[in-house]
């Protein structure tokens, strides 16, 4: 089992950036893919992006390709979302994932989720 908790959420002005971290509990945190949805009110949860075990291979939402970046660091148990050129349209509150078998690129795939950080873009 691994329990997981985002930071880095907050209120920023279109155009700016946030970097969202999630640490993970445990001694595998390489035995799990990780993912980062996002969910804003009356919406369901979307997903964003997702890293593979290794790092090796990353994964998006078209229309945050270019813009985000996950990354993550096994050694630390930690995964990481680089958010650039933010929109109003990407205020929710992003939701840490982790998943064994599959990449969690919907939630449905997820093993393990984080209580979520509120990201805000005021325009």
């Known amino acids: 089992q691994v329990q997981l908790v985002e930071s880095g959420g907050g209120l920023v002005q279109a155009g700016g950036s946030l970097r969202l971290s999630c640490a993970a509990s445990?001694?595998?945190?390489?035995?799990?893919?990780m993912g980062w949805f996002r969910q804003a009110p009356g919406k369901e949860r979307e997903f964003v992006a997702a890293?593979?075990?290794?790092?090796?291979?990353?994964y998006y939402q078209d229309s945050v390709r270019g813009r985000f970046t996950i990354s993550r660091d096994n050694a630390k148990s930690t995964v990481h979302l680089q958010m650039n050129s933010l929109k109003p349209e990407d205020t929710a509150v992003y939701y840490c994932?982790?998943?064994?078998?599959?990449?969690?690129?919907?939630?449905?795939?997820?093993?393990?989720w984080g209580q979520g950080t509120q990201v805000t873009v005021s325009s």
């Open positions: 445990g001694r595998t945190f390489s035995s799990y893919a």
């Open positions: 994932a982790a998943a064994r078998s599959r990449v969690p690129q919907t939630p449905s795939l997820s093993d393990y």
């Open positions: 890293i593979r075990w290794s790092g090796g291979r990353t």
